[in-house]
T-cell receptor, first 115, second 115 residues
């Protein structure tokens, strides 16, 4: 079946512009996660959605970052007034109902470059 | 607080030799532990996980990992390395004492297998 998809695969933007990154999780997966992978760094947790529960936003680095998940499926990560330090690969993952022990399936990522 | 340490940025091994990629963790409750692999220009792929039960966990591509509670370690191993195993490996942990399914990832270890 189809895996996690993300779009666009690459995004180049100018400092100060807003960007939207999209994630389509695996059908039937109720948990969705966003991570950021900077060059030479590990994965940094950003936000987690589980069903209709309030999202865990504890990893969002500033109020310029926000995310929503519509209809329990597609998610959009929005970065407002982008800064050069926002340049990174943004990874989305999904898993079966959050039970803690289900593995996450990752998308290919969106490479964001802020000039 | 949850944390994961991968003390080696890079591991070099000759093809056919055994390999070990180290991971240690710190949690308040019981750990759920995962290994993921990232091939160049591709997303992360799940390798194996420890939730409970046998300390030796077997996963994809001939990899295995041993959970050691006293040493708080979850080292990844393979008896005989292949050149195609060359990739970036991430260890991750979830602490079951927290009411969230987010994973905390290590900074990654680059495995280089030489012919």
């Amino acid at each position: 079946g189809a895996g996690v998809s993300q779009s666009p695969s690459n995004k180049v933007t100018e400092k100060g512009k807003d960007v939207e990154l999209r994630c389509d999780p695996i059908s039937g997966h109720t948990a969705l996660y966003w991570y950021r992978q900077s060059l030479g760094q590990g994965l940094e947790f950003l936000i987690y959605f589980q069903g209709n529960s309030a999202p865990d936003k504890s990893g969002l680095p500033s109020d310029r970052f926000s995310a929503e998940r519509t209809g329990g499926s597609v998610s959009t990560l929005t970065i407002q007034r982008t800064q050069q330090e926002d340049s990174a690969v943004y990874l989305c993952a999904s898993s079966l109902a959050g039970r803690g022990f289900n593995e996450q399936f990752f998308g290919p990522g969106t490479r964001l470059t802020v000039l | 607080a949850q944390s994961v340490a991968q003390p080696e940025d890079q591991v070099n091994v000759a093809e056919g030799n055994p390999l070990t990629v180290k991971c240690t963790y710190s949690v308040s409750g019981n750990p759920y532990l995962f290994w993921y692999v990232q091939y160049p220009n591709r997303g992360l792929q799940f390798l194996l996980k420890y939730i409970t039960g046998d300390n030796l966990v077997k996963g994809s591509y001939g990899f295995e990992a041993e959970f050691n509670k006293s040493q708080t370690s979850f080292h990844l191993k393979k008896p005989s390395a292949l050149v195609s195993d060359s990739a970036l490996y991430f260890c991750a942990v979830r602490d079951d004492s927290y009411n969230t399914d987010k994973l905390i990832f290590g900074t990654g270890t680059r495995l280089q297998v030489f012919p």
